[in-house]
């Protein structure tokens, strides 16, 4: 280590060799992270990361505080026997239905079916993905501003890779 009195290069030169280690053990330590992301996830990890700032899919205990009432209800080991409360079609354009249905458990409200009901005469119907996880509904509703629908299918994994688990 420098010592009092030592001149700009002594001290520069006294430096350089730490720095260069630090520096070296940090890349080798992102280098190390991205790998990781990169064989643990792929091209869906990176997408995560960067475009939806790290969003990630966790395990949690049915009773977990971070589950809705609703969510908590429907696992217990003997779920509560749910029924379809009233609802009614609305037309938002011809041959284009839409309603909301209520789902009673014990006689209360504990979730919402949202339904659309189109005739395939009027309407195209196109399935879109996004492998790499770019894509959020909002920015699916930007991408795709004719749609008269847009639908958040869970028909994949994690990594979204189809899923055909029931």
């Known amino acids: 280590m420098p010592c009092h009195g030592a001149t700009g290069k002594e001290l520069m030169a006294a430096y350089?060799?730490?720095a260069l280690v630090s520096l070296a053990l940090i890349a080798t330590l992102v280098a190390g992270a991205f790998a990781?992301?990169?064989f643990a996830h792929g091209a869906y990890g990176f997408g995560v990361l960067f475009r939806r700032g790290g969003t990630y899919w966790i395990t949690v205990p049915p009773?977990?505080?971070r589950l809705s009432p609703s969510m908590r209800l429907a696992l217990r080991d003997v779920p509560?026997?749910?029924e379809a409360g009233a609802f009614t079609w609305s037309e938002a354009e011809p041959g284009f239905e839409t309603a909301e249905i209520p789902v009673l458990a014990e006689g209360v409200e504990v979730d919402r079916i949202l339904l659309a009901r189109i005739d395939p005469h009027q309407f195209r119907f196109v399935v879109q993905n996004a492998p790499t996880g770019d894509k959020d509904i909002d920015q699916w509703q930007q991408a795709l501003p004719e749609?008269?629908?847009?639908i958040n299918g869970s028909y994949f994994d994690a990594n979204?890779?189809?899923s055909d688990r029931q």
């Not at 749609?147 to 847009?150: G, H, K, T, V, Y």
Request: no cysteine; charged share 20%.
């Open 63 to 65: 009773d977990s505080p």
């Open 160 to 162: 979204s890779r189809y």
């Open 147 to 150: 749609a008269l629908l847009i």
């Open 36 to 38: 990781w992301l990169w």
């Open 80 to 82: 509560p026997q749910v």
């Open 16 to 18: 350089r060799k730490p």
